[in-house]
């Protein structure tokens, strides 16, 4: 089954895919929650399916070289990782005409477009094309593009299964009434228990990883590597090194239209081994995004415990971690009327 609903429709059909014992692939981000996604988890690893987080960067031979060279300590000991991410806010939508309430389109059936999400009234901008400008549908830039870039942060640091211990951060958001409320510039600092730093920023997409003998990194979207020294660059990755997941096909950078994401994923469901992105992986690297939008919305440092996937001592930070669902379109009930369907 192929996701590629809005982001707050992901996770319910995933489950109810799942309950019916169908493989699934889904667009990132994963989920609009943290819960939703240990939720996703569970569910996953009991029904057995196969899971593909929907991001063709794993495919891509470059950004493979750039995990296998920092893993293999071709900067020496990483110290820092910088993940750039576009600033702003889309401008589809920005048609003053767009923003106010209409009626509903013939056909179109409003009512399980929003589904949890809270009532509102109907608006174009306020759907396909801009919905992920809007913190009832999804989290903005941070967890459109950092689905992308934290995850190979996560991949090149070698914590794709667990997380950061502490975030804080400043963001910009428009007041919570607009239509548009997500964060359109944000700083945000992560520190993991081993040590190493992330700097979430908004200003282009890239990413760079620091280290003691060098940095290496790319800026632009599928950009060319570069780094502190050519011979970083040039370094040969031995038979007994670090060899990470690569697809039966390898996408180049300039032409995602080989095989990527969707390739790896028929691929997988013929041999029923893991895809590339399963769904631990995807819910660990929109997690980061998560709890960085609720340090930004709180305004103070948070203590992150990767392990219980919880807040350490913030009661009001560990509530933002789910979110009130509208009924009936609750994961809790969907979960059970199919559970008791099967």
């Known amino acids: 089954m192929i996701i590629a609903t809005p982001d707050h429709w992901h996770v319910t059909p995933a489950i109810m895919a799942a309950r019916a014992g169908k493989d699934v692939i889904c667009e990132k981000p994963l989920t609009l929650t943290v819960d939703e996604g240990k939720i996703l988890c569970k569910v996953i690893k009991q029904t057995g399916r196969i899971f593909q987080t929907a991001s063709e960067n794993r495919s891509i031979d470059t950004y493979i070289r750039l995990c296998e060279l920092v893993r293999n300590g071709r900067v020496g000991q990483l110290n820092n990782i910088i993940v750039s991410l576009p600033s702003g806010n889309e401008t589809r939508g920005d048609n003053f005409e767009d923003r106010q309430p209409q009626p509903v389109p013939e056909g179109f059936n409003y009512e399980m477009w929003l589904g949890q999400a809270p009532l509102a009234p109907y608006c174009p901008a306020r759907c396909h094309g801009s919905f992920r400008w809007n913190l009832d549908y999804s989290g903005g830039r941070l967890t459109d593009w950092g689905a992308h870039m934290i995850d190979?942060?996560?991949?090149?640091?070698?914590?794709?299964?667990?997380?950061?211990?502490?975030?804080?951060?400043?963001?910009?958001?428009?007041?919570?009434?607009?239509?548009?409320?997500?964060?359109?510039?944000?700083?945000?600092?992560y520190r993991y228990a081993n040590g190493v730093t992330m700097n979430v920023v908004s200003r282009g997409p890239g990413i760079r990883f620091e280290g003691t003998d060098g940095w290496i990194g790319f800026t632009d979207w599928r950009g060319p590597l570069e780094a502190s020294n050519p011979d970083i660059l040039e370094s040969k990755i031995g038979d007994d090194e670090i060899h990470l997941y690569r697809p039966g096909e390898i996408v180049d950078r300039t032409d995602t239209q080989k095989g990527g994401e969707h390739r790896n994923f028929l691929d997988c469901v013929k041999s029923r081994k893991p895809c590339y992105a399963p769904v631990e992986v995807g819910h660990r690297t929109i997690t980061i995004a998560h709890i960085g939008n609720i340090a930004m919305l709180l305004g103070r440092k948070l203590k992150w415990d990767p392990q219980a996937e919880s807040f350490t001592g913030d009661d009001q930070a560990n509530q933002m971690l789910s979110r009130p669902q509208r009924e009936p379109w609750t994961v809790a009930n969907i979960d059970a009327w199919v559970s008791d369907k099967a």
């Open 152 to 189: 190979l942060a996560q991949w090149g640091n070698d914590t794709e299964h667990t997380g950061p211990v502490e975030v804080e951060g400043q963001g910009v958001f428009p007041p919570r009434e607009e239509l548009f409320n997500t964060a359109g510039e944000f700083n945000l600092h």
